[in-house]
């Protein structure tokens, strides 16, 4: 019986092959991974449809003519026969902007599925008529729209939601980049302070991105906006690690925040990536202690781009960082460095150097410099080499060129396996056999056998 089992051909399971049908069932969260909330690559259908030789055309009152013929349904309708005798043109729209705002957050927030996707339109539409104006409303009518988004069951409103979000930032992103700080604290709830769905959070994100990415860009003009954005997302995290709530969304959203702001389109970086990644990893340095939060903001930012990228396009953010460790070690030449930095930088070269096993590094041998001086920190400090001083040192030693490395093996030997680490340097030796049987025997057996020899003769001796 058993053998007649084991002789059964086993069920050959179907890979998973992608439909190329257009209607297909999808899960939810197959639709949802789906969705793109990125407007900013794209054109408002009543933009490319206005007048713009007319000073009296209206972005609001294009839009509103078009959806009248595409969608009929009731709530709309009874919206379009409000709303129509207020916004003939764009003196009438500026004139009766308090009068159209109620209106639409009144329709809005019945959360009428068939007629949101025109209501959010127009609400963008309506935001780009009144520019500055728009400050007014603007607070009411992003929680209206993420909390819509917060909470409605259909794919499409999400999308719509966040979209809809998306255009608000960019039509006013010069109201709002010269102090972010105010929409951050407004959207927090949406990016996981509060109890979100994972989507939400990564929508929120994801819709704001611009208006950080705008901050970056004028940085070498004016640095306030930036730095009041990126110490505002420092202290958010750091105030939940000390108030031990456990929000684990809200770091997460601010990584995805800065993650998308410093990507760019091919794997590649944006323009200002470089500078926002150095302003983060600037102002995580400056803190006198180095909180568990802040390391997670920096280390999952840092590996969510080297996800991204490949090793040519990394690169800037590569020479950010090591650029930045060096300053800290000058700062530690003259005893000005902190205990906090210090563990920032050798979790940051750990980072660089182990994840995907170092392939996104170009600059070996400023990688095992970096490497050296930090080693010698701590010895001057009279401490043994953390954890992520030995992890990052195994893989440089593993990663780095021959023809790059063997020069400072020895510098970096001597420094590893002295008497003060003996415990650290039998550790390390350990993680390095197992990774690397071959490289351990040319470069490490000669000092790990020196190391036991010395090890027996002390023994011997007492």
Request: charged share 25%; hydrophobic share 40%.
């Amino acid at each position: 019986m058993s053998s007649a089992r084991s002789s059964r051909p086993k069920k050959v399971v179907k890979g998973g092959t992608t439909s190329t049908r257009k209607h297909r069932f999808q899960s939810f969260n197959q639709r949802v991974a789906t969705l793109n909330i990125d407007p900013i690559h794209k054109t408002q259908r009543a933009s490319t449809e206005i007048n713009e030789d007319n000073p009296t055309a209206s972005y609001f009152k294009t839009d509103l003519n078009r959806w009248k013929d595409l969608n009929l349904s009731e709530n709309f309708s009874n919206f379009c026969r409000e709303i129509t005798p207020l916004c003939d043109s764009l003196p009438q729209v500026l004139h009766f902007h308090v009068d159209i705002a109620s209106i639409l957050t009144s329709f809005i927030g019945k959360g009428d599925s068939h007629s949101l996707e025109p209501l959010l339109s127009l609400l963008a539409s309506f935001a780009h008529d009144l520019a500055s104006k728009f400050e007014l409303h603007f607070s009411d009518a992003v929680i209206l729209v993420a909390s819509l988004a917060a909470k409605h069951a259909d794919v499409e409103v999400i999308e719509w939601s966040f979209n809809c979000l998306a255009w608000l930032f960019k039509y006013l992103s010069r109201l709002l980049v010269p102090d972010l700080r105010p929409l951050l604290r407004v959207m927090s709830p949406y990016l996981g302070k509060e109890h979100q769905k994972f989507f939400t959070t990564r929508f929120a994100a994801e819709s704001m991105s611009f208006l950080v990415r705008k901050a970056a860009l004028v940085y070498h003009k004016n640095q306030k906006p930036l730095e009041n954005a990126v110490s505002f997302i420092l202290a958010e995290v750091d105030e939940m690690e000390r108030q031990a709530r456990r929000a684990p969304l809200y770091n997460q959203g601010f990584m995805t925040l800065l993650v998308d702001a410093i990507k760019g389109i091919d794997r590649g970086l944006h323009s200002s990536g470089p500078t926002l990644y150095s302003c983060l990893i600037k102002a995580v340095l400056s803190a006198s202690i180095a909180t568990k939060g802040r390391m997670e903001l920096l280390e999952g930012v840092t590996v969510g781009l080297i996800h991204h990228t490949e090793a040519s396009t990394f690169h800037p953010l590569s020479k950010v960082a090591l650029r930045a460790i060096e300053g800290q070690i000058h700062e530690a030449a003259i005893g000005r460095i902190s205990d906090a930095a210090l563990e920032v930088c050798e979790r940051l070269l750990c980072v660089l150097s182990t994840v995907r096993k170092g392939s996104r590094v170009q600059e070996w041998d400023s990688t095992v410099d970096a490497l050296l001086i930090l080693l010698r920190v701590r010895e001057e400090q009279n401490q043994e080499p953390t954890p992520n001083l030995l992890e990052a040192a195994v893989v440089i030693m593993q990663s780095a060129p021959l023809d790059e490395l063997i020069p400072k093996v020895r510098l970096v030997m001597d420094r590893i396996a002295n008497k003060r680490n003996q415990d650290q340097f039998l550790v390390f030796c350990n993680i390095f056999r197992e990774l690397d049987k071959e490289r351990f025997e040319g470069l490490i057996q000669p000092y790990f056998v020196k190391h036991v020899d010395l090890i027996v003769a002390r023994s011997t001796v007492c």
